[in-house]
């Protein structure tokens, strides 16, 4: 089972550049997050989604842009890069987000030159 | 807004020795899920350990259990027999289940180290 993919794994960007991390999941859960993880620090929620054609902003989502058109895609669409974005980012999904496990991906560390 | 506090950025135990790991939150709800999440080295998050509110019965998951205080809203993780490989960052996590409050928010971490 693939479970949640992130991709890439790893990316530099310069100032001023554009990207998009893909996150696809294949266990047919409703709910999908973006996370970004800074040195030393949590987890803090950037964009949610409670199914395919709703999202809603978290704690930090200025700079961050999200879609959500299939149930099982969830790209995170960084415009702009500036330094601060410099980040571990994760992607997690879970069944309806109230009571059950979440999964996560294995990250994406981007760092902003 | 819901929040999670985890007072203890850094802890240390003995190998098989007991660690407890704590965490407080603040909400208005009534019903909600409280989680614990390890985070390995390898950066993977692995779920721990899951609390039900509405449940009296602290959750217990082999090694793992909590201490789960509603009116005091602490949850608390208690890991027995430490092993080497419980090494890692603890994430606390809550999540509500009213309308706009379902996303799955986090506690800033605990870093455990086991020593042999």
């Known amino acids: 089972n693939a479970g949640v993919t992130q991709t890439p794994k790893f990316r530099i960007l310069k100032i001023g550049q554009s990207m998009t991390l893909q996150c696809a999941q294949d266990?047919?859960?409703?709910?999908m997050y973006w996370y970004r993880q800074d040195p030393g620090m949590g987890l803090k929620l950037i964009y949610y989604s409670v199914g395919a054609g709703i999202t809603d902003k978290g704690e930090v989502p200025n700079g961050y842009n999200v879609s959500r058109s299939t149930t099982e895609d969830f790209p995170l669409r960084l415009e702009l890069a500036a330094p601060s974005q410099t980040s571990v980012y994760f992607c997690?999904?879970?069944?309806?987000?109230?009571?059950?496990?979440?999964?996560f991906g294995q990250g994406t560390r981007l760092t902003v030159v | 807004a819901q929040t999670v506090t985890q007072s203890q950025p850094e802890m240390s135990v003995q190998e098989a020795e007991t660690v407890t790991l704590s965490c407080t939150y603040d909400?208005?709800?009534?019903?909600?899920?409280l989680f614990w999440y390890k985070q390995p080295p390898s950066r993977q998050m692995i779920l721990v350990i899951r609390?039900?509110?509405?449940?009296?019965q602290n959750a217990t998951e082999n090694r793992f259990s909590v201490n789960f205080q509603k009116a005091a809203k602490s949850f608390s993780l208690k890991i027995s027999d430490s092993q080497l490989g419980d090494a890692a960052m603890y994430f606390c996590?809550?999540?509500?289940?009213?309308?706009?409050?379902?996303?799955?928010?986090f506690g800033k971490g605990t870093k455990l180290t086991v020593n042999p």
């Open positions: 909400t208005s709800e009534s019903d909600y899920y």
């Open positions: 609390q039900e509110a509405y449940k009296q």
């Open positions: 997690a999904s879970s069944a309806t987000g109230l009571n059950t496990e979440a999964f």
């Open positions: 266990m047919n859960h409703n709910y």
């Open positions: 996590a809550y999540t509500g289940t009213q309308g706009g409050s379902e996303k799955l928010v």
